[in-house]
């Protein structure tokens, strides 16, 4: 009997030691994960160790859309004030002139 990705993740975990996966050490280990499972970035974009790179995670997120809509959903459940703060920052105020635009945006007039 073949064992299912849930056992075959915590495995491979437990194998290669990622027992916390906060801060840098856990994006290390979410890259390693992503290579592990095949997803391969053959510039090697965003090397952070001999088995972890950005691209190998890239590489997965492209090709699974679900994990960016799981990513979304985690964020909008949160209502961390670091978000919310950051968020307003960048949100249109909905009573400001729909015709003013953004003052940085090119105008080819």
Same mark, same amino acid.
Request: no cysteine.
């Given at each position: 009997?073949?064992?299912?990705?849930?056992e075959l993740l915590d495995a491979y975990m437990a194998q290669e030691n990622m027992h916390h996966m906060e801060g840098r050490r856990g994006v290390e280990h979410l890259c390693q994960i992503a290579g592990a499972m095949g997803y391969k970035d053959p510039q090697h974009w965003g090397q952070l160790s001999?088995? %972890?790179?950005v691209g190998d995670l890239l590489a997965?997120?492209?090709?699974?859309?679900?994990?960016?809509? %799981?990513?979304?959903?985690?964020?909008?459940?949160?209502?961390?004030?670091?978000f919310?703060?950051?968020l307003e920052e960048v949100? %249109?105020?909905?009573? %400001?002139?729909?015709g003013e635009g953004d003052?940085?945006?090119?105008d080819e007039e």
């Open positions: 009997m073949s064992r299912d990705v849930a001999r088995k %972890a790179t997965m997120l492209e090709d699974n859309s679900g994990m960016i809509e %799981a990513m979304v959903e985690w964020i909008r459940s949160r209502n961390f004030s670091e919310r703060e950051r949100v %249109a105020d909905e009573e %400001a002139d729909p003052p940085d945006e090119f």
